[in-house]
């Protein structure tokens, strides 16, 4: 018989196996002039969003901010 570790609770496993967007936050948080932050390169109102958006809109907040970093001459690696 095996015993499940106590630690292991269903909670912790769906966030491990989640495939849910990641916050692009770096704790650079500082607004630009435009209203985009000098860290993550969402705007305002995407990272006010972010807290409700699903995973669609997420994705969306995500490749927006990309193409602000690249677009500012920054690589993401």
Do not use: Y
């Not at 106590?6 to 491990?16: A, D, G, M, V, Y």
């Not at 995407?46 to 690249?70: G, P, Y």
């Amino acid at each position: 018989m095996r015993l499940r570790p106590i630690f292991t609770t269903h909670k912790r496993q769906e966030t491990l196996m989640s495939n849910a967007p990641e916050s692009p936050c770096i704790s650079i948080c500082s607004l630009d002039q435009n209203d985009v932050c000098e860290g993550c390169f969402r705007t305002g109102n995407e990272i006010v969003d972010w807290f409700t958006a699903n995973d669609d809109r997420k994705r969306e907040i995500l490749e927006a901010s990309t193409q602000r970093r690249k677009d500012a001459g920054f690589s993401i690696f």
